[in-house]
C-alpha cells in the first residue's frame, strides 16, 4: 500500500515525540511491503536538529508553505490506499479537508495527543489542529491513548469510528548496551512541561537531593532558567534516538512521569516507557488508570506516587532490579514492538 501521512516531524525528534514513534511505526510497515510518504512542513528549528532522512521506501516532502504543494498532495493522496493527517501538524485542518476531498481508499485522523486536545476543547479553546466541524468526515480516528477517550472523541468531535493506536519501540534502536563507566542512579528523558514540573521536583530533584552523592541524568530541551537544579543532577538539551539506549543504560534506574491531562484519563503509555524497558532497564513511573494493561506493576515497573517511594525503589538490590528489568523487556518485546503496532494498524484498516 502507499500511505500518506501529514504530520509535525518525521525528520528531527527535537523537542517531540512524534518523530520516534513515526520511525518505528513507517520502518516496520515498510518491511510488511508497503511504501510511506510523509509531508512535513519545512521549519528552521527542526531543520537544524534533524537525525532522521528520506529512504528508498520512506519519502520525506518538505514544504515552506501550503500553497506550494498543495496540487502535489492532492496528486499523491488521489493514488493512495491510506492517507493520515495527525494533531500538530501546522496544515492539520487544510490537510485533513483535502484528503477527505480525495480519492484515498482510507481517510484517518491520529491524534497523537489525545489528552491535550481533550482538556484544551473542555476548557473552551478547539486546538489549531482540530477542524472546526470535528472529525466525522473521517472514515476512522486513531488516538494515542486509549480507554474513555475513545468515546470522548466520539461525542466531542463527532468521530465516526475511534481506535487506539499506542506508543511503541523499534527493537533495533533501543536495546541495552554496554556502559562501562560508573553508573549513575536514575536517568529522566523529557521535555519541559509546566504540568509535569511539579511531579520531576518531586521524584526526580528531591530523591537527587538525598542522594547527594550519587549522579543523576537529566536530557530535555525548553527548561526554563528558572529552574533550579541540584548539584548532582548532569543536564542535557538533546541526544537522538539512536543514544537513548547509552543514557538508560547508565543508570541503575529510569524515571517516567506522565503529564497530567494524560494521566487523568489514563490508558497512556509514552513511548520512554518502551524504550527504557526494551533496554533492560529498572523503569520507576507514576501510575494512571489502565497501566496494567501495557505492564504488570507487580513484577515488570516499580510504580511511585511520592518522594518517599522514589527513595525507597532506589534502596532495592542488584539481584531483583534484574529480575523486575528482564521481565519488562520481554513483555515490551513481545507487546509493544513497532511491528506489533503496525499489525495493530493493519488490523484496524481491515475493519474499517
Not at 536538529?49 to 515552506?64: L, M
Not at 525548553?222 to 543514544?243: G, K
Not at 532497564?281 to 515497573?301: C, M
Request: proline share 4%; aromatic share 12%.
Amino acid at each position: 500500500m502507499l500511505i500518506t501521512i501529514f504530520g509535525l516531524s518525521i525528520s528531527s525528534s527535537w523537542g517531540n515525540g512524534h518523530a520516534t514513534l513515526w520511525r518505528g511505526l513507517a520502518n516496520a510497515l515498510v518491511r510488511k511491503g508497503n511504501r510511506i510518504i510523509f509531508f512535513e512542513q519545512d521549519t528552521s528549528y527542526y531543520a537544524k536538529n534533524r537525525d532522521f532522512y528520506s529512504g528508498e521506501d520512506i519519502q520525506i516532502i518538505f514544504y515552506e508553505s501550503w500553497e506550494s504543494i498543495v496540487e502535489m498532495a492532492y496528486e499523491v493522496l488521489n493514488r493512495s490506499d491510506v492517507a493520515i493527517v495527525t494533531s500538530y501538524c501546522p496544515d492539520a485542518c487544510t490537510a485533513g479537508k483535502l484528503i477527505t476531498l480525495s480519492q484515498a481508499k482510507a481517510k484517518l485522523y491520529y491524534d497523537m495527543d489525545t489528552p491535550v486536545t481533550i482538556n484544551l476543547i473542555y476548557s473552551g479553546t478547539i486546538p489549531f489542529y482540530i477542524p472546526s466541524e470535528g472529525l466525522g468526515n473521517f472514515d476512522a480516528v486513531l488516538s494515542y491513548t486509549g480507554g474513555i477517550s475513545l468515546e470522548i472523541q466520539k461525542k466531542l468531535l463527532l468521530a465516526k469510528k475511534t481506535f487506539p493506536l499506542y506508543g511503541s519501540v523499534d527493537p533495533s534502536v533501543h536495546f541495552p548496551v554496554n556502559y562501562n563507566e560508573d553508573k549513575g542512579k536514575m536517568s529522566y528523558l523529557g521535555t519541559y512541561s509546566p504540568d509535569r514540573q511539579n511531579a520531576v521536583e518531586n521524584l526526580f530533584f528531591k530523591p537527587a537531593k538525598i542522594y547527594n552523592d550519587s549522579l543523576f541524568k537529566l536530557c530535555g530541551a525548553q527548561y526554563p532558567s528558572s529552574v533550579e537544579w541540584p548539584a548532582n543532577v548532569m543536564h542535557s538539551e538533546h541526544i537522538e534516538p539512536h543514544e537513548h539506549s547509552r543514557l538508560y543504560c547508565s543508570c541503575q534506574f529510569t524515571l517516567n512521569i506522565t503529564r497530567s491531562a494524560m494521566a487523568a484519563l489514563g490508558y497512556c503509555p509514552s513511548g520512554r516507557l518502551f524504550e527504557a524497558a526494551a533496554c533492560g532497564v529498572v523503569i520507576i513511573s507514576d501510575h494512571w488508570e489502565g497501566f496494567g494493561d501495557f505492564f504488570d506493576v507487580t513484577n515488570e515497573v516499580i510504580t511511585v506516587t511520592s518522594t518517599e517511594d522514589v527513595v525507597h525503589s532506589l534502596c532495592i538490590p542488584e539481584a531483583k532490579r534484574e529480575r523486575i528489568a528482564k521481565a519488562a523487556k520481554d513483555r515490551v518485546l513481545r507487546d509493544h514492538t513497532s511491528d506489533k503496532r503496525a499489525d495493530d494498524f493493519l488490523s484496524i484498516l481491515s475493519s474499517i
